[in-house]
């Protein structure tokens, strides 16, 4: 008898409570709700040290920060997953491999040319540098760069296509 009258003299507070920390009239109607709950279960908790109503408050501010995240993890796991339409740049496991193979064998053959003829191949047609900055990086001339790279193009095509 006596919990009744402590919940119905303070349920209107609860509600107010509840609605000023969630802005959902259905949330917060659902978290004063067990707030109340809580409340009789854990009304012999009160030990005095402070009032009953900053006790109350704290307990209905606790209840509806569980009540938030219950209902945020609920729209997470219910989020729609749309489907994803785009075309898988690996989608052809086939192909994947044989491009995986072709690397390997390039990375073979490179190893087997001079080691300059391969720096310039690499930086020429791997990286896109030009035979200016191949020069400066490395050391050579630019004319010799080229030759290089000739030679070194001429050296893969054989070695590939044998």
């Known amino acids: 008898m006596a ?7 303070h349920s209107d507070r609860v509600h107010k409570i509840a609605l000023h920390v969630l802005r959902d009239p259905e949330d917060a109607r659902d978290a004063a709700q067990e707030s109340l709950v ?27 920060k569980d009540v938030a995240q219950a209902r945020w993890a ?21 192909r994947a491999l044989a491009e995986s193979e072709a690397r390997l064998e390039l990375g073979r053959c490179l190893a087997e040319l001079p080691a300059a003829q391969a720096t310039v191949v690499a930086l020429k047609d791997g990286f896109d540098v030009s035979f200016e900055d191949i020069s400066l990086s490395t050391g050579l ?21 044998a």
């Open 3 to 9: 919990l009744a009258a402590l919940c119905n003299r």
């Open 38 to 64: 809580k409340l009789v279960q854990r009304v012999g908790q009160f030990r005095g040290q402070s009032q009953f109503s900053t006790w109350l408050h704290r307990l209905v501010v606790n209840t509806c």
């Open 74 to 94: 609920a729209q997470r796991r219910t989020e729609p997953l749309f489907e994803d339409t785009r075309v898988a740049s690996d989608g052809d496991p086939a």
């Open 141 to 161: 001339p630019v004319g010799t760069a080229k030759c290089y790279a000739h030679r070194g193009r001429n050296g893969l095509r054989a070695r590939l296509s």
